[in-house]
């Protein structure tokens, strides 16, 4: 074992144990991966990781095992959300590591090397951003967005006008299929009028994106009988949608959280508290009593 501080070998052994699960990682992914490119890449990558694990390995004299539960759980992460947001949540891992190599620049003159071949694997990742469902997040969003406006504010109208959960839920499904066909079908006949030959595959995950966010927020109505109870949970999940939806894209396109969560969510939110008070007047006005 090189002559080094105690500080400084405590970071290289985890950076050891990181560089030898993520190359493991980029492996697993590359084998079901769509695309040679993609595939190509990631087993760059995977070569780099392994490269840098040996690299330590010589400071610390230690042969590591891979860790399982990080390994299975950026694999389930890529087969379900797509290895694009799984490979990029991993390299904010990374981001953070690239300090630590600041630390031990002067005992380790190989962590120079090492840091810039993990900017360039930020290059790297920018190169393989082809994949299907990135292309088609401008139609998810819409599915979703549209969902989230409407379907709420129509709900949170029903839940004062109506004030019984079973009736709120019914009108809320058939508003809701309704406008998911409405929905896919504009997105079709605009994809189809801009020349485009991915019409179908754009309006089914606008029509998708809608009706799952149609299913998520009529739930709470068809689970509890208080009128306020069920709308002050589906205001919950719609946050909840909001956050994981632009967690999920912030991370895979490199976007801010913050700035269009509150944006997405204040709109959603407010039209919901709108069509409130609307569901109140019109009680209100017409006198109707269910």
Request: proline share 1%; net charge neutral; glycine share 6%.
């Amino acid at each position: 074992m090189k002559n080094i501080s105690k500080d400084a070998l405590a970071i290289i052994k985890k950076m050891q144990q990181n560089e030898l699960n993520e190359s493991i990682i980029y492996k697993k992914i590359a084998k079901f991966a769509k695309g040679e490119e993609n595939k190509k890449t990631l087993e760059r990558l995977a070569n780099e990781e392994r490269a840098h694990y040996e690299i330590w390995k010589n400071y610390t004299n230690i042969e590591m095992k891979p860790k399982k539960a990080k390994v299975l759980k950026y694999t389930l992460i890529a087969r379900i959300l797509g290895f694009t947001f799984a490979v990029k949540l991993m390299e904010r891992g990374e981001e953070i590591a690239q300090e630590k190599y600041e630390q031990i620049t002067k005992e380790v003159p190989e962590s120079v090397h090492i840091r810039e071949q993990e900017e360039e694997h930020e290059a790297a990742l920018l190169d393989i951003l082809d994949e299907e469902k990135l292309h088609y997040v401008g139609s998810m969003v819409l599915g979703l967005s549209d969902a989230l406006v409407e379907l709420a504010g129509s709900l949170a109208g029903f839940t004062f006008a109506l004030q019984n959960t079973k009736l709120v839920a019914l009108s809320g499904l058939i508003v809701g299929i309704s406008a998911t066909f409405s929905m896919a079908s504009s997105e079709f006949l605009s994809a189809k009028s801009e020349g485009r030959n991915d019409a179908f595959k754009s309006c089914s995950y606008t029509g998708v994106a809608y009706l799952l966010t149609v299913v998520a927020l009529i739930a709470p109505y068809l689970i509890f009988s208080n009128p306020i109870v069920a709308l002050a949970v589906m205001i919950g999940i719609i946050v909840l949608i909001i956050a994981g939806f632009t967690y999920y894209t912030s991370v895979a396109q490199d976007l801010k959280f913050s700035s269009r969560f509150l944006e997405m969510a204040g709109i959603s939110i407010g039209v919901a508290v709108i069509s409130f008070g609307v569901g109140i007047l019109a009680k209100q006005l017409l006198g109707v009593d269910i």
